[in-house]
């Protein structure tokens, strides 16, 4: 691996996400989903460093969301307040989209209404617990470190200074309830692997395992939150995944070759509940007749 540095580094958002800060192409917990989740192929596709025509896209839906996380990190400057009604205008859609290339998020006026109300109830939860979060640390802390011999990256939202705990912020359009947010969106999401693959990035550095826990907002009143950590069993299973992207990922870089989808057929099976569902339609229609 040559890497122009190891441990924490400078970089601004840009940088990182243009993978910006190692000599080598870097693997990132989003890389890792995809490779996971689709193939070598689309991770290869998807890397700002691999492929040539790279474009990062965002969608539009989760802009609020993503302007109350960026704002309580990083400030006001993360977003640019348009005003305008909506985006149906020319001149919105250019302010806009040069709002992105400048790597902010454009909102609303209105909308920024909403991330507003969002700030005032994340600050005010998170002044009632118990045990801080988000104080006496870093914000957006960037890493690079070496693991199974590939070259790793990642941007933590927030670093305690003594490195044994990590913070996160997630927003959500569902419920923060711990069960329904584990259930409907920690796995879904990879955020199992997040908070592995983050907390084995500060070992690395550190030798120290930090705690990593997420604070889950929701993004509509009241804006209510809660806190979830992983269990051993939950840690175990991501360690497993990462370590199969790990060895995939160094794979596709030394032969450079990265496939997509097994090309051998595939059969699709009868799933149980579709052949009872069907059964029952039957059994209605001949008593109907």
Known sequence: MRTTSLGLVEATAQQYHGDEIADWPTLSKSIIQILLNASPAHARHAHPRLNPNFERTSESKFDVGNACHQVFLEGIDAVAVLPYKDFKTNAAKDDRDQARADGRIPLLEKDYVRVEEMLVALRSRLALLPAPMFTDGQPEATIVWEDRGVACRARLDWLTDDHREIHDIKTTSRSAKPEHWIRSSLFSIGADVQAQFYSRGIEAITGTRPEFSFYVIEDHAPYAGSIVRMSPAVCDLADRKINRALDLWRTCLEEDNWPAYDQRA????????????????????????
């Open 266 to 289: 595939a059969y699709a099976e009868l799933l149980p509940w579709m052949e009872s569902q069907w059964l029952e339609r039957e059994m209605r229609e001949e008593v109907a007749a």
